[in-house]
T-cell receptor, first 117, second 113 residues
């Protein structure tokens, strides 16, 4: 069965601290896709990154970086030098590749990040 | 500009009063879906549609209906809303099967009294 676990319900940091949001997934498929979405206080869902299961290279985009490790079924997200505007709920999600499953995103329960000035 | 729109954005209604939440996309995407978001549960898929006239149930379809008569529109219908359907609803689209990213509408906050 597919499952995404975000064990950290809420994290509070002071501005400029680095913070890592954990994501652990379960899937029986050998080909799958992992995603991170950001939900700011305004409520919309903003796509951040997609990673396929064959690409274990870490990715960096500005202050954001992602660490994908198949050996531990984890896809963690790090924000370096956090800012108040990073305050949001962050969701990790999984999609399997075979056709009937590729239409569904399995979401974790989300991690609320509060960055204090 | 590529867009997914939902209407209304906010709705307060009473138990049993039929309502429809509309979703429209201008990206010519084949695939559309509805999710609901509840505290501590993340987002869960209600229904999805692979193309015009092709729909199927997601994980939590009870109490909902959908239709896909045109490619751009995918309305969510609550025939007899109940308080346990109070939630934040998102429409999503993607180009087709496989690895494409799903893009979400702005959300509809529904309260059923």
């Amino acid at each position: 069965a597919q499952k995404v676990t975000q064990a950290q319900t809420e994290i509070s940091v002071v501005e400029k601290e680095d913070v890592t949001l954990d994501c652990v997934y379960e899937t029986r498929d050998t080909t799958y896709y992992l995603f991170w979405y950001k939900q700011p206080p305004s409520g919309e869902l903003v796509f951040l990154i997609r990673r396929n299961s064959f690409d274990e290279q870490n990715e960096i985009s500005g202050r954001y970086s992602w660490n994908f490790q198949k050996s531990t079924s984890s896809f963690n997200f790090t924000i370096t030098a956090s800012q108040v505007v990073d305050s949001a709920v962050y969701f990790c999600a999984l999609s399997e590749a075979w056709e009937d499953s590729s239409y569904k995103l399995i979401f974790g329960s989300g991690t609320r990040l509060l960055v204090r000035p | 500009e590529a867009q997914v729109t939902q209407n209304p954005r906010y709705l307060i209604t009473v138990t049993g009063k039929k309502l429809t939440v509309t979703c429209s996309q201008n990206m010519n995407h084949e695939y559309m879906s509805w999710y609901r978001q509840d505290p501590g549960l993340g987002l869960r898929q209600i229904y999805y549609s692979m193309n015009v006239e092709v729909t199927d149930k997601g994980d939590v379809p009870e109490g909902y209906k959908v239709s896909r008569k045109e490619k751009r529109n995918f309305p969510l219908i609550l025939e007899s809303p109940s308080p346990n359907q109070t939630s934040l609803y998102f429409c999503a689209t993607k180009r087709g099967p496989g690895s494409d990213t799903q893009y979400f509408g702005p959300g509809t906050r529904l309260t059923v009294l």
